[in-house]
Structures are given as C-alpha cells and as structure tokens.
C-alpha cells in the first residue's frame, strides 16, 4: 500500500485484515516523520482513503498516537463495507474527531 503524506514521512503498514464479522477491514500502521509534526486525522483519512480506493466517509481514523520526541506515530484505521455499518459501530466520539470540513456546520 502506497500512503503519500508528502515528503518527509514514511508509512509501514503493520497490521491489514478483514474482520468479517462486522464486515471492516482493520490496519494498523507505523508512520515515520523525524522532524515534521504528526499528520492530523484529515490528512491521514484522506490520504489513506485515496490509496485504498475507498470512499473518506467508510474509513475512520480510531486512534493516531505519537511517541514523544522520537518522530513515529502508530495510528489505527477502520475501513467498512458501507456508510451505514461504519455509523452503526464506530463510537460517537471517533465519528466526530473524523468529521469533515464540510460536515462541521451541521
């Protein structure tokens, strides 16, 4: 899998399954940026959205958590089947930390 999140950082993806059950697959992934900041929530879903061909609104960014002064970041993504099942399982608090530019007025 190909991530472009500009120059200077680097992404291993370490974990990538299909979870059928809840119909999701699940990646967990290294990001390396010594001396960038970590990249915001927006960026990665977009970002990974565009390598994986998927559309933004069936993948969630769950958790993006920086090791302090080492420059890696490891962070967890959801990707649904559907809009609908993404909405029925992701908590509320994760669907709002994801919202996207033009869902904020609402």
Do not use: C
Not at 31 to 40: A, D, F, L, W
Not at 54 to 75: A, W
């Amino acid at each position: 899998m190909d991530v472009d999140l500009g120059e200077g950082y680097e992404v291993y993806v370490t974990k990538d399954w299909y979870n059928p059950l809840i119909k999701r697959r699940e990646i967990n992934a290294l990001i390396i940026h010594v001396g960038k900041p970590t990249p915001s929530r927006m960026k990665l879903r977009t970002q990974f959205a565009k390598a994986l061909n998927v559309d933004v609104k069936r993948l969630y960014v769950r958790s993006v958590k920086s090791e302090y002064g080492v420059g890696t970041s490891r962070i967890e993504i959801h990707v649904y089947d559907t809009v609908e099942r993404a909405l029925q399982f992701e908590p509320k608090y994760v669907i709002e930390r994801n919202k996207l530019p033009e869902e904020m007025e609402e």
